[in-house]
């Protein structure tokens, strides 16, 4: 009812398609022979996205992170309405509803909805604080798991769990200059030299807004954010086609299992 779970008796009496002992060994091999190809396809691919994104993230941290001579310097604290977290609670996971968002939905700049899971309506509404449903404009920050992962909200009706946490920019600030400048690598360093914790690091909410930021004025932000958006697009293809490429090699991965087991590998 609440967890989905496959009994060994039921496991124990599923019919699968045996081949013979001679044809499994060919299989095998022939699986193993493309894996090793795919797996080397993957790690070209993936070598080519990690420089796609090292190349935008180098652009912004000279853009945005070094600061510059008339920016004002000051703690965040000075940018932001509020700071705080996510629900601690227990919430019910529901087919439809609210969207339930955690540490793994905040990803490359974006929140990742795809696969959250859901609570109720009636649970949004009742069991939850408004520290725990953000809003449009808000900026999250990840606190567990991977530290300092931050995107900002573009839809209501989500709630977020502890992992997440949510600042409030003042008016001073663009909700997406923020999300870019805490995405620089000296704010992230900022962040995560503060972290505690022994086993699991963890970023304190009381202790992020004491970092200091550089920040030009609201003028300066929307150009700046339009340099970063060209660059942006320039490597979007190289970031596009090295997504594309892994994609489709996990799709032949899944095509080659499925042939391999259906008796059409040859």
């Not at 894996?35 to 990690?50: I, Y």
């Not at 209501?156 to 003042?170: F, H, M």
Request: proline share 5%; hydrophobic share 40%; with cysteine.
């Amino acid at each position: 009812t609440t967890f989905k779970e496959l009994s060994a008796t039921n496991l124990k009496t599923f019919p699968i398609p045996l081949p013979p002992l001679e044809e499994q060994q060919r299989i095998v091999a022939v699986l193993d022979e493309a894996f090793d190809g795919l797996a080397r396809a993957r790690a070209h691919a993936e070598a080519n996205l990690q420089n796609a994104r090292e190349l935008f993230e180098s652009f912004r941290d000279q853009l945005i992170g070094s600061g510059g001579k008339k920016w004002k310097e000051a703690p965040l604290s000075d940018y932001l309405k509020s700071i705080t977290y996510g629900f601690t609670n227990p919430m019910p996971n529901a087919d439809d509803g609210p969207i339930k968002v955690t540490a793994k939905n905040v990803n490359n700049g974006v929140v990742d909805l795809k696969g959250a899971r859901r609570t109720t309506p009636e649970a949004f509404r009742d069991l939850l604080t408004d520290k725990s449903r953000p809003r449009v404009g808000d900026v999250l920050l990840t606190k567990d798991g991977t530290l300092g992962r931050t995107a900002v909200v573009e839809t209501d009706g989500i709630c977020v769990n502890q992992s997440v946490a949510v600042l409030t920019p003042t008016d001073e600030i663009l909700s997406n200059y923020m999300h870019e400048m805490l995405s620089c690598r000296s704010n992230q360093d900022a962040m995560i030299a503060d972290a505690g914790g022994a086993t699991i690091k963890h970023l304190y909410i009381t202790r992020v807004p004491k970092i200091i930021v550089s920040v030009p004025d609201l003028g300066e932000q929307e150009r700046l954010l339009g340099v970063l958006a060209k660059f942006k697009a320039s490597v979007g293809d190289l970031i596009l086609h090295a997504e594309t490429k892994l994609q489709s090699i996990d799709d032949l991965r899944q095509s080659l299992l499925q042939k391999a087991f259906a008796g059409e590998l040859t």
